[in-house]
DNA sequence: ACTCCAAAGCTAAGTGCATTAGCTTTATGG
DNA sequence: CCATAAAGCTAATGCACTTAGCTTTGGAGT
């Protein structure tokens, strides 16, 4: 192939870079290109414009959360393991502060990656929450749940949204002993 | 004055308008003033340019989401009180989802309205969870733990993080059922 | 009623970005 | 060694923000 060797996966890493760096508002695809050292409209060869940039990177965002929601979901249960998931989400949103607001939307239809990854991150939580819920349509609602409440309070926490910065750990222990109190009276199994 | 009577105030109103009718990325200064009836350029007599007048929405909203935060704490108390405030916070996020992500950020430090717009929500929710904190720096914990609970669950459900839309109101009901069971070995009173 | 002036509007012009079209180069496979 | 498809480029268009500077208008004061 050229020069620069480019291929879509290179551009959506840098995209990621620039996204970590500086924020969703600075993702552009000019400066995609400078960091990659290409002329603009070269990208075009490899992405298709920016709001398909825009929804890869999404993507991303969503595989690397998966992961790390699967790594923390290993070896654990009962309490201790809703424990350590959402402290694993929040950890790695405060490590990647500028994704926080990429991860609340729906995966798109049409990637087949983004639907599964998030399916991946369901599914984690699904075996977290096992021992609350006896089915699956029960415990979907435990899942919604433990998800909203980590994922505003992450958000809340990137976005600078708690007033003072001091004491949010504290804050977060809280969360996590609220939750896991009001769960009590769902377990299965005693 | 001179022909369309703008007001800081009025363009203010359209920017909102804009968001709500078609999300905050579709706010340009080109539409407000299409929507003005008057030049772009003219805008900038009233509004400080773009990022200024997204501050500006943002803090409408933020003073929007404290009225309702304010009138639902009314004549309310104990966990009925916190059920109130959760879901008027919900409702009013799906009554206006596209400013659901708006919600989340610190208020501009140089904007008092905006301080106190979220000083006043915060009166709310401290009203609120009185009884179940002694001190306000123990109470500080369980209003971040109310916000980040609601705060994430509308914002997944406005941009449609939640795969299906039903049952989400199931959803909702256990998220508070799990708050409040959660929040009961904090009660200062029995 | 008249004058003046500040506020509110306008047009013109510059900058940056996204995108499309069409050309040129390069590397690779036959 | 050459043909070709991918990868890159330049040129050009359109849209949005922003600044500069001019024009109009409506009301305040006489």
Redesign the pocket.
């Known amino acids: 192939?050229?020069?620069?060797?480019?291929?879509p996966q290179a551009v959506v890493d840098l995209a990621v870079g620039i996204v970590d760096d500086e924020g969703p508002d600075a993702?552009?695809?000019?400066?995609?290109?400078q960091r990659?050292?290409?002329?603009?409209?070269?990208?075009?060869?490899?992405v298709?414009?920016?709001?398909?940039?825009r929804r890869a990177v999404e993507t991303r965002a969503t595989e690397d959360l998966a992961r790390v929601l699967n790594a923390a979901a290993l070896g654990v249960s009962g309490d201790a393991a809703v424990r350590s998931l959402l402290t694993a989400y929040r950890d790695h949103v405060r490590t990647h502060p500028h994704r926080a607001a990429m991860l609340a939307g729906a995966p798109a239809p049409d990637d087949p990656a983004a639907q599964a990854a998030a399916a991946s991150s369901v599914a984690s939580l699904d075996a977290v929450v096992r021992e609350y819920g006896a089915s699956a349509a029960d415990r979907i609602h435990l899942i919604r749940t433990l998800r909203a409440a980590v994922h505003g309070f992450a958000v809340l926490e990137a976005q600078g949204g708690f007033g003072l910065p001091q004491d949010i750990d504290t804050s977060f222990a809280t969360l996590l002993d609220v939750l896991v109190a009001g769960l009590a009276p769902h377990r299965r199994t005693a």
Chains 1, 2 share one sequence.
Request: no cysteine; hydrophobic share 50%.
């Open positions: 192939m050229a020069r620069a060797g480019l291929t993702l552009t695809l000019a400066k995609v290109a990659a050292g290409v002329a603009t409209p070269s990208l075009y060869k490899h298709d414009g920016l709001p398909a940039l």
